[in-house]
T-cell receptor, first 111, second 115 residues
Framework: GEDVEQSLFLSVREGDSSVINCTYTDSSSTYLYWYKQEPGAGLQLLTY?????DMKQDQRLTVLLNKKDKHLSLRIADTQTGDSAIYFCAEIEGGYNKLIFGAGTRLAVHP | EAQVTQNPRYLITVTGKKLTVTCSQNMNHEYMSWYRQDPGLGLRQIYY???????DKGDVPEGYKVSRKEKRNFPLILESPSPNQTSLYFCASSLTSGRWTDTQYFGPGTRLTVL
């Protein structure tokens, strides 16, 4: 079945850029998503990218999609302590609104 | 305020004691879904519902039941909980099930421990 993989941990210094990577297997995925989960909270949709796009920028967030390699990345510029959270990559399966999630990348931001 | 609410937020119970986790949304969404989150596994879908009285199994439905008698509510029922159902549970909803651009809104989560 479909699978989404991401590394489990990333540690960055405050002010640096963070890059969180994700690979997926379903080549028919139309939309790919990034969700953020802060401690003790639910998931918040950060951004999404349509599969016919290569890049999407939204303030400090840049999403890059390499459809050939099925690789998705999320870049956070000028990372702040408030960006510390778990980031989930997700793809849509089939024609329904079913999300297939990666295991999540825990981002730790240190001074 | 548009939101998805879940109750309880935390629950410790014992094996075999039936429990229900409630989920309610105030956005008139058609689609609702339950996920469980386990370390290293991300979120996995348990059950989903495309509208009132329409429910279907997700990837990990064993040991769970759901019902959708009203549009706003989608309770998750554990008839006989077991320790392997210890997890963090999320309810989610979206306007429809068929449009991929419909944002899924997540509840705050219910942390369940089964002893």
């Amino acid at each position: 079945g479909e699978d989404v993989e991401q590394s489990l941990f990333l540690s960055v210094r405050e002010g640096d850029s963070s890059v969180i990577n994700c690979t997926y297997t379903d080549s028919s995925s139309t939309y790919l998503y990034w969700y953020k989960q802060e401690p003790g909270a639910g998931l918040q949709l950060l951004t999404y990218i349509f599969s016919n796009m290569d890049m999407k920028q939204d303030q400090r967030l840049t999403v890059l999609l390499n459809k050939k390699d099925k690789h998705l990345s999320l870049r956070i510029a000028d990372t702040q302590t408030g960006d510390s959270a778990i980031y989930f990559c997700a793809e849509i399966e089939g024609g329904y609104n079913k999300l297939i999630f990666g295991a999540g990348t825990r981002l730790a931001v240190h001074p | 305020e548009a939101q998805v609410t879940q109750n309880p937020r935390y629950l410790i119970t014992v094996t075999g004691k039936k429990l229900t986790v409630t989920c309610s949304q105030n956005m008139n969404h058609e689609y609702m879904s339950w996920y469980r989150q386990d370390p290293g596994l991300g979120l996995r879908q348990i059950y989903y519902s495309m509208n009132v009285e329409v429910t279907d199994k997700g990837d990990v439905p064993e040991g769970y039941k759901v019902s959708r008698k009203e549009k706003r509510n989608f309770p998750l029922i554990l008839e006989s909980p077991s320790p392997n159902q210890t997890s963090l549970y999320f309810c989610a909803s979206s306007l429809t099930s068929g449009r991929w651009t419909d944002t899924q809104y997540f509840g705050p989560g219910t942390r369940l421990t089964v002893l």
